[in-house]
Antibody, heavy 118, light 110 residues
Framework: QMQLVQSGAEVKKTGSSVKVSCKASGYTFTYRYLHWVRQAPRQALEWMGWITPFNGNTNYAQKFQDRVTITRDRSMSTAYMELSSLRSEDTAMYYCASLGASDAFDIWGQGTMVTVSS | QSVLTQPPSASGTPGQRVTISCSGSSSNIGSNTVNWYQQLPGTAPKLLIY???QRPSGVPDRFSGSKSGTSASLAISGLQSEDEADYYC???????????FGGGTKLTVL
């Protein structure tokens, strides 16, 4: 079955960076856009950006433009989201999600908790 | 402040019908399709409704969606205790060139 499996929880210091991975299986990795969405504790979902695994093109939310980098390794069917200059407000669950033909996120990773503290 | 506006909470008793609204603008709901996601406590979101009113395989027909102009709605009929969850609407925004979500609605089954 189609699934996305993310890397484990991270605890980071303020000002550092975190890189979260998302491995796809059960479908052709290059056929679907891969998005990243985050959710701070008890807050709403917040879209961060996407990557086209086929050619590596990216599009980021303006809020994260200067701090986020989304990449992929086609040979590993894995996408990565790196967020730099971490601050306490970046403490959140980070999800990867695959966009289906219906233009909806029909496959979600299990989430990666990132905790930022001083 | 979310781009799409949802009521923060909704409630109903088992068997009742409840609706959750989602209000947007011409650049998002007004020009693109709306999707709805269900997030059970402690889990990742799950696609509930896509393309305004389509249900993925496995989603009960108790769930239905609609869209009119710059607003959309999710209806749940025959409410069950397992429907207690957070519900999010989402759409693409052409002006922001971004995917936008509502603030989420917490559904309580009394």
């Amino acid at each position: 079955q189609m699934q996305l499996v993310q890397s484990g929880a991270e605890v980071k210091k303020t000002g550092s960076s975190v890189k979260v991975s998302c491995k796809a299986s059960g479908y052709t990795f290059t056929y679907r856009y891969l998005h990243w969405v985050r959710q701070a504790p008890r807050q709403a979902l917040e879209w961060m950006g996407w990557i086209t695994p086929f050619n590596g093109n990216t599009n980021y939310a303006q809020k994260f433009q200067d701090r986020v980098t989304i990449t992929r390794d086609r040979s590993m069917s894995t996408a990565y989201m790196e967020l730099s200059s971490l601050r306490s407000e970046d403490t959140a669950m980070y999800y990867c999600a695959s966009l289906g033909a219906s233009d909806a996120f029909d496959i979600w990773g299990q989430g990666t908790m990132v905790t930022v503290s001083s | 402040q979310s781009v799409l506006t949802q009521p923060p909470s909704a409630s109903g008793t088992p068997g009742q019908r409840v609706t959750i609204s989602c209000s947007g603008s011409s650049s998002n709901i007004g020009s693109n399709t709306v999707n709805w996601y269900q997030q059970l406590p402690g889990t990742a979101p799950k696609l509930l409704i896509y393309s305004n009113n389509q249900r993925p395989s496995g989603v009960p027909d108790r769930f239905s969606g609609s869209k009119s102009g710059t607003s959309a709605s999710l209806a749940i009929s025959g409410l069950q205790s397992e429907d207690e969850a957070d519900y999010y609407c989402a759409a693409w925004d052409d002006s922001l060139n971004a995917s936008v979500f509502g603030g989420g609605t917490k559904l309580t089954v009394l």
